[in-house]
């Protein structure tokens, strides 16, 4: 059992960043894969990006490659998203998952945080 907590969601203008922070709860987080989707207004749920148990592999989904990046640190237990160059389209609620099993991580993720709300400006 893991608990998700996120938090560095905002306000913030077109162009600029943001980085999102997910505090779990287990003292086993290395032992579970780490991800963000995120829900636009009158969007389903989309998944964002994902990292294994170590942070050796990440994914990502097209819109972000080369402006979101996923990592982790399990000495603290936290995985953050930086998110730069942000876009209208990128305003959501943005969720973190986790799963011990990594394919399914990036589908129906067994863990969820409560999600926080990133708003991007024109």
């Known amino acids: 059992q893991v608990q998700l907590v996120e938090s560095g969601g905002g306000l913030v203008q077109a162009g600029g960043s943001l980085r999102l922070s997910c505090a779990a709860s287990?003292?086993?987080?290395?032992?579970?894969?780490v991800g963000w989707f995120r829900q636009g207004p009158g969007k389903e749920r989309e998944f964002v990006a994902a990292?294994?148990?170590?942070?050796?592999?990440?994914y990502y989904v097209d819109s972000v490659k080369g402006r979101f990046t996923i990592s982790r640190d399990n000495a603290k237990n936290t995985a953050y998203l930086q998110m730069n160059s942000l876009r209208p389209e990128d305003t959501a609620v943005y969720y973190c998952?986790?799963?011990?099993?990594?394919?399914?991580?990036?589908?129906?993720?067994?863990?969820w945080g409560q999600g926080t709300q990133v708003t991007v400006s024109s």
């Open positions: 998952a986790a799963d011990q099993n990594s394919g399914r991580l990036r589908t129906i993720p067994n863990y």
């Open positions: 287990a003292r086993t987080f290395s032992l579970y894969a």
């Open positions: 990292t294994n148990w170590n942070g050796g592999s990440t």
